[in-house]
């Protein structure tokens, strides 16, 4: 049997929504074990005062529990 954790995490990215829905992911690789699954759960995109866009991605990630 098998325990999942599932957290919010955001990423953000000046080229498009995958591009920060991969750096969202890449990023909590680095501090999560054995992740399963994203899912995008929201999507938006900041408009800037210069008009720079800066898309965000909201996932909801699961990994597998690892009691300490």
């Known amino acids: 049997m098998s325990v ?3 957290i919010d995490v955001i990423g953000t990215s000046a080229t498009s929504w995958e591009e920060a829905a991969a750096e969202a992911i890449g990023t909590a690789a680095g501090s999560l074990h054995d992740l399963r699954v994203a899912e995008v ?5 900041v408009v ?11 996932i909801q990630l699961s990994f ?4 300490e």
């Open 4 to 6: 999942y954790r599932v």
């Open 41 to 45: 759960t929201k999507q938006d995109v």
């Open 48 to 58: 800037g005062e210069d008009g720079a866009l800066l898309y965000r991605t909201r």
């Open 64 to 67: 597998k529990y690892q009691p």
